[in-house]
């Protein structure tokens, strides 16, 4: 592989800058490379540049010049291998996985532009990703897509983000220092085997870095047109031999979007956060985890305010034992308060144990969670029973065999227990063919559920629709839980060095979907009450091709192109009154591509662009939307990253979604300037 002399190799991955005469060996080693232009020779070099520890002092310079002697070393095929672990949960190279799998690596987030996770998520080939207002997004995978997407799981740190009171993400909660995220795991397809209920059409997981991995202080400071402001602080280090600490604040503010009649909408909203990360090795083999945040999120959503507040605990022990054996135990608490509801507390344990003998590789593990809600009552809503504690009950095991070196043959399955419907039994089988040591073969099938959410069950509006009308939504106690048998055929090749190519096609039946039907109107004068209620009445097919390639036009130039074509059938059964069900598959586009570009000029510049194109949502009479990004960035010292970001640029606004209950906004043309100090 052909290495340039120039600035140091910390620039590519966000590291600090080398300080004191014990790192100058370190930063001579590292100037071997180019750090702009080698990133970007292979794709996968920009994700093992990001596991290196940031620059630091003492023992931690030591350790990245043996790191960095040993990257040095390595021959291109090491390097192409790039390895994850959501897919089987445990380390595995990415061309030994049976799953359509994106890994968005620290220095991709850096060279996006942008500053939140939803954002970022536009990024991944197969995910539909839109924009209702300000402060909430919609966003799925293969289909269904809607403000609270009920078939999409994420995790964040082993932490579920998905909400049982009406099944799917807030994301204007999910916030992180985007300078800590290490990698996101996105999994398009059922991990259901592995993550239990709800990971029907995917998974997303999002890791941060190991607080050894951040020593040293960062300061992020960007400001916009929209983004009015945005600060991050942290600071991390070590105490003694083996601990190590990070603590981190950051606060942001977002102005207005706009409305279809050129009013202002009135969305804005701001928020903080702060938090630590404690990692202590016992040993190199025994590690506790501490980690633990605090959030206050301000939405304005016209013409009222809501308040979010919460916080999380998490501790984890890993523990790795000869013979190729390992385990890890994990308890977290999570607490969120909002307006019309007291308090969702979740607390979680999680424990799995993995050993290998002769072929098999074996995987099992036990879990339990609490879900406790204490609901208010609202004027137009209130909930029956308003206080209910949930419990959830899982059990599962995975053997994935060797059957010769180029085939592999992974059967599992998990059972779970839930106070909704009682027992689920979610099973998997995927198949292996490791055609050569660059391409692959594989092949899925699996089951997985939704299980209600406590709004289908419990929940009752009420709304005067005429002075002598009103209308009422029941939850219904009889939900069962939506089930998916999915298909999955995909491919994987690093075609030449420079080319890389990734296919997936699927085919998905459901089953008992989601539906709200008509119940018999009550008179009671002079009132007369239409009412409706949810249901499990209908059915669904979707398939789907995702395609995905990575080119290296020059040892400065690379491009990333992808494309999606997805086609769902959404039908109400014989027996349904819902007269909606069917218009909902055209809540996602029928294609969706992008093509992304990342440039290194001289004098250590950047120049990426991103465009985007949606086709139209034809239920919510949304148009197709093709958008443009550029970012410049400018890097005069390791230490120092500048950037000019602008979004949207080929028209002045447009719609992408309309949420349930919200007044939809369009999303308008932003300009955005940041800087990352690190010292």
């Not at 990257?71 to 291109?76: A, E, H, I, P, T």
């Amino acid at each position: 592989m052909k290495c340039m002399e120039t600035k140091p190799l910390s620039c590519a991955h966000g590291g600090s800058t080398a300080r004191g005469d014990e790192n100058d060996s370190y930063m001579k080693q590292i100037k071997k490379f180019d750090c702009n232009r080698s990133w970007t020779r292979i794709a996968p070099l920009g994700l093992v540049l990001a596991t290196l520890p940031a620059t630091g002092s003492g023992d931690t310079g030591h350790e990245q010049q043996a790191q960095m002697e040993q990257l040095l070393n390595m021959d291109f095929k090491e390097l192409v291998e790039v390895r994850l672990t959501s897919v089987a949960r445990r380390d595995q190279k990415l061309l030994e996985t049976t799953a359509a799998v994106t890994v968005l690596d620290q220095e991709e987030i850096r060279r996006s532009g942008l500053t939140t996770v939803p954002e970022l998520l536009r990024l991944v080939p197969g995910l539909n990703v839109a924009r209702i207002n300000a402060s909430n997004w919609a966003i799925s995978a293969r289909g269904f897509n809607a403000q609270y997407s009920n078939k999409l799981l994420v995790l964040m740190d082993g932490r579920t983000l998905y909400t049982p009171l009406y099944a799917g993400v807030d994301w204007n909660l999910q916030d992180v220092l985007l300078a800590d995220v290490e990698r996101i795991e996105v999994i398009r397809g059922p991990g259901a085997t592995m993550w239990g209920a709800n990971a029907v059409n995917g998974v997303i997981n999002i890791i941060t870095k190991k607080a050894a991995d951040t020593h040293g202080n960062l300061v992020t400071l960007s400001g916009g047109t929209l983004e009015r402001v945005q600060t991050g602080l942290r600071h991390g280090g070590r105490n003694g031999e083996k601990l190590d600490y990070r603590i981190y604040a950051k606060g942001f503010n977002h102005g207005d979007f706009q409305r279809t009649d050129n009013t202002k909408a009135d969305d804005h909203w701001d928020g903080g956060r702060g938090g630590f990360r404690l990692d202590w090795h016992q040993s190199p083999s025994n590690e506790i985890t501490l980690q633990g945040e605090l959030f206050t999120v301000n939405e304005r959503l016209n013409p009222t305010s809501n308040d979010k507040q919460g916080g999380h605990l998490l501790t984890r022990w890993s523990k790795t034992l000869p013979d190729e054996r390992n385990w890890s135990l994990q308890f977290y608490f999570d607490r969120n308060l909002a307006e019309g509801f007291d308090a969702i507390n979740i607390y979680d344990l999680d424990w799995q144990y993995a050993f290998r003998h002769q072929d098999h590789a074996l995987l099992w593990g036990a879990g339990f969670r609490l879900t406790t809600m204490d609901m208010k009552k609202h004027p137009l809503m209130d909930w029956n029973p308003k206080t209910r504690d949930d419990q959830t009950f899982n059990l599962f095991v995975q053997d994935e065999i060797t059957l010769n070196p180029a085939w592999k043959l992974t059967l599992g399955t998990k059972l779970e227990h839930n106070d909704y419907t009682g027992i689920e039994f979610q099973p998997n089988a995927r198949l292996l063919w490791r055609v050569s040591e660059t391409r692959s073969l594989w092949a899925a099938v699996a089951r997985a559920v939704r299980s209600p959410s406590r709004a289908e069950s419990d929940i009752q509006i009420s709304a005067p629709l005429s002075p002598t009308t009103r209308y009422t939504l029941n939850g219904n106690p009889q939900t069962t839980s939506e089930t998916l048998l999915a298909y999955e055929l995909g491919y994987r090749a690093q075609i030449k060095p420079e080319l890389s190519l990734e296919m997936a096609a699927f085919y998905n039946h459901y089953d008992h979907v989601a539906s709200t039907e008509n119940l018999p109107p009550v008179f009671s004068p002079p009132t007369l009450v239409v009412r409706q209620g949810f249901d499990n009445k209908a059915v669904a097919n979707s398939y789907g091709l995702e395609t995905a390639m990575d080119w290296q036009t020059t040892d400065a130039w690379k491009l990333r192109a992808s494309h999606t074509w997805l086609k769902l059938n959404l039908d109400p059964t014989g027996d349904s009154t819902d007269t909606t069900v069917a218009a909902s598959a055209g809540n996602i586009p029928r294609h969706q591509w992008q093509l992304r570009s990342y440039l290194d000029l001289p004098h250590n510049l950047e120049f990426d662009a991103a465009l985007y194109h949606v086709n139209r949502l034809t239920s919510l009479s949304i148009p197709a939307v093709t958008r443009l990004d550029l970012r410049l960035g400018w890097r005069p010292t390791p230490a120092l990253n500048l950037s000019l970001s602008a979004q949207n640029l080929l028209d002045d606004r447009h719609p992408e979604f309309t949420g349930t209950s919200l007044t939809a906004s369009e999303i308008p043309r932003a300009f955005l300037a940041r800087m990352d100090w690190r010292f």
